[in-house]
């Protein structure tokens, strides 16, 4: 039996469809996040679960249970809103317990189970305290274990981390993941942020305009994604567009893009002629500035000229502009090597394997990220 | 030059603001002393005795004392009523998005702009049609209905600065729409609940002009009953009987920023982000 299941569900605002016949399960204990840009519909989603809103067609069940007609108070659902939404007028401690008393918990086995909460959540000594005392990761923290408090079958996380700022998130991630795996609650993350997405959950479900766009492991998904949509939204890509010419051994196909671009990628079923998009991440890339170094390999060589360096502590980033015309972005760990300064010659060097061959798309797709997280530079 | 017209300008400023300062405080000043005066009759300012003769005048007369029991009366009874119809229709108005809420809002709040005078008028009018002489009643519900608008604007402005989000974590977490409401949205409003209360007192308190119109001599008002000594008796009783009656505002103000904080109510809360 699932823990959480949408079938067929769909949401409407006025002309608007958020949420378009979107099915779903989730298994007892797993951690799952519904990643997608925003306006995609994984906020109304969330709404739906939760019961702030009914859905339009379709069902939801929470533990085998249709949640038709049921109030958000009639179900067992632990939420951490994107805002915290702490009870500015409650102690910590108050705020841990609400649910508890709403719940009808004993009176005399509250204070134990908040106490045990807010151990859980490493805020003992905050119990007094106000919200509008602690520090964005904290009230996070309290908004967890309030939600946690109630016990619920599945718990909510809208953008968990999106309030914080970046050192903090990494840090926070790594205690919430921490968290949920000790608790084993069956938990929902709605996430605009891949990397958020691929840290927090066993599973990922790319949703566009309100409609699932490919779900699976986290390593799937980014490994291979079905579509261009997919592709771009799950990090930096180098993309070539143009047709399969001749295969060149098993699993093994010539690629010729509409720039002249020669290599070879892999793919199974690919057919002479075929129109094609090539996604190569920027990762899989490498740079060589003697031409002659490594020649033998069976890797694919372009050669090109640096236009500019980026130096960005951790990584080097490299945009070379290929000489059938297209540019590319190669990323280095940098391991102290220096920047090559405008024009330096260099061969972009990368594996067939690490080509992902999808179906030509046609006209480019709109940009999912208004194009900051895009290969591709003016 | 530049530099000394600057300087100037905002000399200008300093005169204009003392001058509108000297304007309020004055008056108030002159009429607390006076109502000190030790002598029997009028005379100029300042006083030459001190002495609460005018306050024994004052506490000692029935006219008036009838009048403030009657002012302590309806202003309560009025600014009660207001703040439950006020903090009634401000939930409706900031929870639910329905048609001809906008209208309802200007509707609610008309009688801001709409002349006091005419207030008197159209609710004495309103009032003999439903067949209602008794001076209370008509008071009160003369009062009710200009400051409704204020105790409406308050509890908005408190309501419109609590997160929706809160409301559905307390949902979430078991809380029926009734409890929520009683503990998560009205501890929230609360200061601007209050504060509509307290205004709507401190009004109703030293409303004239609408009370003029509805009043009958068993329910005179205190303000009324000044005006009406000014007319008949003119003598320094008057003055006394300001005081008093700037007295109970100035309690009631304090008493509000000892258990609120002004500052908290007139720049009131958690702001949606």
Redesign the interface.
């Known amino acids: 039996m699932s823990a959480v299941e949408l079938q067929d569900v769909v949401k409407r605002f006025g002309s608007v469809t958020a949420v378009d016949a979107l099915s779903f399960s989730v298994r007892p204990g797993q951690c799952v996040s519904l990643l997608g840009p925003s306006g995609c519909g994984k906020t109304t989603t969330l709404r739906l679960i939760?019961?702030?809103e009914a859905p339009d067609r379709g069902t939801v069940r929470i533990a085998g249970r249709d949640m038709a007609g049921r109030?958000?108070?009639e179900?067992s659902?632990?939420?951490v809103?994107?805002?915290y939404?702490?009870?500015?007028?409650m102690t910590v401690e108050e705020n841990v317990a609400?649910?508890m008393r709403?719940?009808g918990v004993a009176r005399g086995e509250i204070p134990d189970r908040v106490r045990r909460w807010l151990e859980q959540v490493r805020l003992v000594g905050f119990e007094r305290r106000r919200p509008s005392q602690l520090s964005g990761g904290e009230q996070q923290r309290v908004a967890l274990a309030?939600?946690l408090a109630?016990e619920p079958d599945v718990l909510l996380l809208d953008e968990p981390l999106s309030n914080l700022d970046a050192k903090l998130r990494q840090e926070l991630r790594l205690e919430l993941k921490a968290l949920l795996g000790s608790v084993r609650t069956t938990t929902i993350v709605v996430t605009h942020d891949q990397e958020e997405a691929i840290t927090l959950s066993e599973h990922v479900i790319i949703v566009n305009r309100g409609r699932i766009e490919q779900q699976g492991a986290p390593g799937d998904v980014y490994g291979r994604p079905r579509n261009r949509f997919v592709a771009e939204f799950m990090g930096r890509t180098n993309w070539f567009t143009g047709r399969l010419t001749q295969t060149t051994g098993p699993g093994r196909w010539r690629f010729e893009s509409e720039a002249k671009a020669v290599f070879t990628v892999a793919h199974d079923a690919g057919r002479e002629g075929l129109a094609v998009d090539v996604a190569v991440r920027p990762e899989r890339m490498g740079v060589e500035r003697d031409a002659a170094n490594g020649a033998a390999s069976a890797d694919n060589r372009l050669s090109g000229r640096i236009t500019v360096g980026e130096y960005l502590g951790a990584d080097l980033h490299h945009w070379v502009r290929l000489e059938s015309g297209e540019r590319v972005l190669v990323v280095e760990k940098n391991v102290g090597q220096s920047l090559d300064p405008a024009g330096t010659p260099v061969v972009v060097r990368f594996d067939p394997s690490g080509c992902i061959v999808l179906p030509a798309s046609g006209a480019a797709p709109a940009d999912p990220r208004g194009g900051h997280d895009r290969a591709e530079r003016p | 030059m530049t530099r000394l017209l600057d300087t100037a300008f905002v000399a200008l400023f300093g005169v204009v603001l003392v001058a509108a300062a000297v304007f309020l405080i004055v008056p108030i000043v002159m009429t607390v002393l006076m109502s000190f005066d030790g002598r029997e009759y009028l005379g100029r300012f300042p006083p030459p005795v001190l002495s609460l003769r005018w306050y024994t005048a004052f506490f000692f007369d029935s006219y008036y004392m009838v009048a403030l029991r009657n002012s302590a009366m309806v202003s309560t009874v009025a600014a009660t009523m207001a703040t439950v119809t006020g903090v009634t229709a401000a939930v409706l108005l900031d929870r639910y998005r329905f048609r001809g809420r906008e209208a309802l809002s200007a509707f609610f709040l008309s009688p801001l702009v709409v002349p006091t005078v005419v207030m008197g008028f159209s609710v004495l009018m309103f009032l003999s049609l439903l067949g209602l002489y008794d001076g209370f009643v008509r008071l009160i519900a003369g009062h009710i209905v200009i400051t409704v608008p204020y105790t409406i604007r308050t509890t908005l402005a408190s309501l419109v600065g609590i997160?929706r989000?809160?409301v559905?974590?307390?949902?979430?977490?078991?809380?029926?729409e009734r409890?929520a409401f009683r503990e998560?949205t009205l501890?929230?409003a609360k200061t601007g609940i209050v504060a509509g209360a307290v205004l709507a007192f401190a009004l109703s308190f030293e409303e004239v002009s609408v009370s003029l119109f509805l009043y009958d001599p068993p329910s005179t008002t205190l303000p009324v009953a000044i005006l009406g000594a000014m007319r008949s008796q003119f003598n320094l009783t008057l003055a006394s009987a300001s005081v008093v009656m700037m007295g109970v505002t100035a309690v009631l103000v304090l008493v509000l920023d000892r258990v609120f904080g002004l500052d908290r109510i007139i720049g009131a809360g958690?702001y949606r982000?």
Do not use: C
């Not at chain 1, 939404?85 to 007028?89: E, G, K, N, R, V």
């Open positions: 939760a019961g702030f109030r958000p108070y179900r659902v632990g939420l809103f994107q805002d939404a702490l009870f500015p007028h609400y649910g709403q719940r309030r939600a109630i | 997160k989000s809160l559905e974590a307390a949902l979430s977490l078991g809380a029926d409890r998560i501890p929230l958690i982000s």
